[in-house]
């Protein structure tokens, strides 16, 4: 969470900066022949293994205890699920206006995947919310979108969405899925060396990514997508994905508001339900476009940059929010616990 607390003169994450140095490697030095399938092979394995470590961090109680707090999670995965992709839906209307097909459906598909889990818990930290909320709102929306994401694609990206079978769903849940309960199932052995080595592991976490976005944008460059993408469609592009993840960040304050939670689930809604899973959907993007997933990822991997700058500077503002009684009420109780 740490790693998220960015000094106040430091506009940019300098994972962002990591972000962008593999695709510009991948630029120069794309992966040819069998390096390709090597760097292929690699990034399945460790996204496989950034799931099972997921599974091996989250308590089974916390799971649990947070199936009780069913409203906060359940209005989660409709923004995540529903509220997303009708805006995703809405702004077919920009073709080709300021999105060409490609970047569209690439769009549609960065709102069908499902909500991050690091990010969401440490903003949710900073801004003094509903932490244990956020940690089982962001494991149930990863969950569930294992088997939603796909099948919302299948339904809304129809054939353009390249390989789209029920193969493709047995893939993503061996991928995800099948590690994510190994973890779980390990956890009672493996937790607390887990817990022990977060910091070192966390690498892990964040090289899968790497590794994986590198892989696609390698076989991007191959097929010459910089190609297809212009200056001004770029452009385009990030104006609304701004305007999309403005409209969500809106809708799950208020929204929260208007369905009277308190300020710590507000925070943890905000944060799970405005945000985009960038380990979840590369390696679902792989299997889901094939040999067109590293342009169908570009506006997955604007987004996920975009959200974790605004959501950052909104995490600092939050936590000089005062807090109503039942937030300080359960901050206490949190200390006491400690």
């Known amino acids: 969470m740490k790693r998220l607390r960015w000094p106040g003169r430091t506009p940019v994450d300098p994972y962002i900066l990591l972000l962008l140095g593999t695709v510009g490697l991948a630029t120069l030095f794309p992966a040819h022949g069998s390096a390709a399938d090597v760097a292929s092979g690699a990034s399945t394995a460790a996204i496989a293994f950034l799931f099972f470590l997921y599974g091996a961090r989250l308590s089974t109680r916390q799971a649990l205890d947070g199936l009780k707090h069913w409203r906060l999670h359940v209005t989660v995965l409709v923004c995540t699920f529903v509220v997303f992709p009708l805006l995703g839906l809405a702004a077919r209307g920009l073709v080709p206006v300021l999105l060409t097909d490609p970047l569209y459906q690439g769009l549609l598909f960065l709102t069908l995947v499902p909500s991050t889990i690091q990010s969401s818990i440490a903003f949710t930290s900073i801004a003094?919310?509903?932490?244990?909320?956020?940690?089982?709102?962001?494991?149930?929306?990863?969950?569930?979108?294992?088997?939603?994401?796909?099948?919302?694609?299948?339904?809304?990206?129809?054939?353009?969405?390249?390989g789209f079978s029920a193969d493709s769903v047995v893939q993503i849940v061996l991928q995800l899925l099948?590690?994510?309960?190994?973890?779980?199932?390990?956890?009672?052995?493996?937790?607390?060396?887990?817990?022990?080595?977060?910091?070192?592991?966390?690498?892990?976490?964040?090289?899968?990514?790497?590794?994986?976005?590198?892989?696609?944008?390698?076989?991007?460059?191959?097929?010459?997508i910089w190609?297809?993408?212009?200056?001004?469609?770029?452009?385009?592009?990030?104006?609304?994905?701004?305007?999309?993840?403005?409209?969500?960040?809106?809708?799950?304050?208020?929204?929260?508001?208007?369905?009277?939670?308190?300020?710590?689930?507000?925070?943890?809604?905000?944060?799970?339900?405005?945000?985009?899973?960038?380990?979840?959907?590369?390696?679902?993007?792989?299997?889901?476009?094939?040999?067109?997933?590293?342009?169908?990822?570009?506006?997955?991997?604007?987004?996920?940059?975009?959200?974790?700058?605004?959501?950052?500077?909104?995490?600092?503002?939050?936590?000089?929010?005062?807090?109503?009684?039942?937030?300080?009420?359960a901050d206490d109780r949190a200390a006491a616990t400690a």
């Open 128 to 162: 003094r919310g509903n932490v244990p909320a956020a940690i089982c709102a962001g494991s149930f929306s990863s969950l569930v979108g294992i088997v939603v994401t796909p099948l919302l694609a299948a339904a809304l990206l129809g054939g353009s969405g390249g």
């Open 178 to 224: 099948v590690p994510f309960v190994a973890g779980q199932l390990l956890r009672r052995w493996i937790g607390a060396f887990v817990t022990r080595h977060k910091k070192v592991l966390g690498l892990v976490d964040r090289g899968s990514i790497l590794l994986v976005v590198y892989t696609a944008f390698s076989e991007g460059m191959n097929r010459g």
């Open 227 to 329: 190609h297809q993408v212009g200056a001004v469609r770029l452009g385009g592009l990030l104006v609304v994905e701004a305007v999309l993840l403005a409209v969500m960040l809106t809708l799950t304050w208020y929204g929260g508001k208007a369905l009277r939670f308190d300020r710590g689930d507000r925070v943890a809604i905000q944060f799970a339900g405005s945000k985009k899973s960038l380990a979840s959907g590369l390696p679902m993007a792989s299997v889901l476009f094939g040999a067109h997933a590293s342009l169908a990822v570009l506006p997955l991997m604007l987004f996920h940059q975009m959200q974790l700058m605004v959501c950052a500077v909104i995490a600092k503002r939050r936590a000089r929010d005062p807090l109503d009684p039942a937030s300080a009420q």
